[in-house]
């Protein structure tokens, strides 16, 4: 089964300009997948397109059994409970400690405390920061805020993991021990689909390759 699907999308903004052109692509579930291109090729749209931020000019895009064109906006918070994102700049706010960062998903899906507190440390301790759950973020480095990042999405055990330039911000090594973790989560059956332009590590993994260039989908390897 498809985990994530394009048929012929096409993406124009307001100011004119075309972001996708008649893309097409297949995504399994239980698949890892790397999306890469130049800058302004298209990898941000894409990756919005399934979270619902945007919706496309033309085309369809399905996540799951869902054609997210018939998706009114109030079922948009429940497809996005079962799709956990990772941002290059974390995302995390720095009046809360890393525990209350990771648990706010599951606040906002009204999750049981108890519950939620086993899920936060569980995620954690996937990410190897159990020890540093009562620190503020801003303590922390720029390779454990990533962590805490990677923590708070995956914190609902989501079907789905999407990354916008995770280790954008990372040195070589962070940036293999961040991909490890992604690796991870697909091995216990997690559809991961990343946007990276570091062909190198690209490379390193041994994943499938999607490629666009100016909008276009150019390579499938």
Excluded at 39 to 50: D, N, V, Y
Excluded at 87 to 109: C, E, G, K
Excluded at 138 to 157: M, P, W
């Amino acid at each position: 089964m498809a985990a994530i699907r394009f048929s012929n999308v096409f993406k124009r903004y307001a100011s004119g300009q075309d972001a996708l052109l008649g893309v097409n692509f297949e995504l399994a579930s239980g698949e890892m997948c790397f999306l890469t291109g130049h800058s302004g090729a298209g990898k941000s749209t894409l990756l919005k397109l399934i979270m619902l931020m945007e919706r496309p000019s033309r085309g369809q895009v399905w996540v799951g059994q869902q054609d997210l064109s018939k998706l009114h906006r109030a079922q948009i918070p429940l497809l996005r409970r079962q799709v956990g994102v990772v941002f290059q700049n974390h995302q995390l706010l720095f009046d809360r400690s890393v525990f209350d960062n990771v648990a706010l998903p599951l606040q906002i899906s009204g999750y049981d405390p108890a519950d939620a507190a086993r899920r936060v440390r569980a995620a954690l301790d996937k990410v190897g920061l159990l020890d540093r759950e009562r620190h503020n973020p801003v303590t922390l480095s720029t390779g454990e805020q990533q962590r805490v990042g990677i923590a708070r999405a995956i914190v609902h055990k989501p079907r789905l993991l999407l990354a916008d330039e995770p280790t954008g911000n990372l040195d070589p090594e962070l940036s293999e021990d961040i991909m490890r973790l992604f690796g991870q989560f697909n091995q216990i059956g997690t559809t991961v689909l990343i946007a990276s332009h570091d062909h190198s590590l690209i490379n390193r993994m041994h994943h499938r390759v999607l490629t666009l260039r100016n909008g276009r989908l150019i390579a499938d390897d």
